[in-house]
């Protein structure tokens, strides 16, 4: 079982993994629970509601005296007011789960951008750089188009660090982020492989363009 888990984990699993989806689940589970409450406990209110109006409306036809038709509309009132506060109640419990929601769904995007990005340059990272070639290799072979890898290595980054301190190197390393998403279009990957070291998969690509790039 380890050295299928350890297999699966070397050439199948995706970078989301790492997200931690089933927490936010169990949190999602919860509010979509008390939404549920709220909407049955609204159908409950608005069943008495209705009830109170027939009996309202069958009162007023046997009426006789201005006393009994006092009781009946007052009553109708006490109901009514009961109705908009127990509505207001609803929709304030709705509101709460909705901006719940709301906060999960920025959680899960904000869980998901960090499973796969490199926290210096914002680029994919090694996990995601894997997902990527694998994909795009598959692709690749399924329908014959080209495929070009890029391997980038900064050359003398030690000294760079030796002389100028490693806060000025990690300044060079996201330089070269941002000229690699500058130069790069849509369909290309650019990661950060480790180190000083960078990649791009260039799916759909000519050797001889990929030669220019680089």
Known sequence: EEQHASVFQKFCSSPYEAVPSHLIAKKMEVELAAVMAALEQAGRNASDYEQTLENASGDLATIRRAEDLKEVIGTVLTQ????????????QQLKASAAEISQLKDELVSARQEAMSDALTGLANRKMFDFKLREAAQEAM??????????LDLDH???VNDTYGHHIGDQV???MAVILKETLKGQDTAARYGGEEFTVILPKTQIANAVKLA
């Open 142 to 151: 399924e329908t014959g188009d080209p495929l070009c890898l890029l391997i």
């Open 80 to 91: 009514t007011r009961a109705m908009v506060e127990k509505s207001s109640e609803v929709d």
């Open 173 to 175: 390393i996201k330089l």
């Open 157 to 159: 980054f030690k000294r």
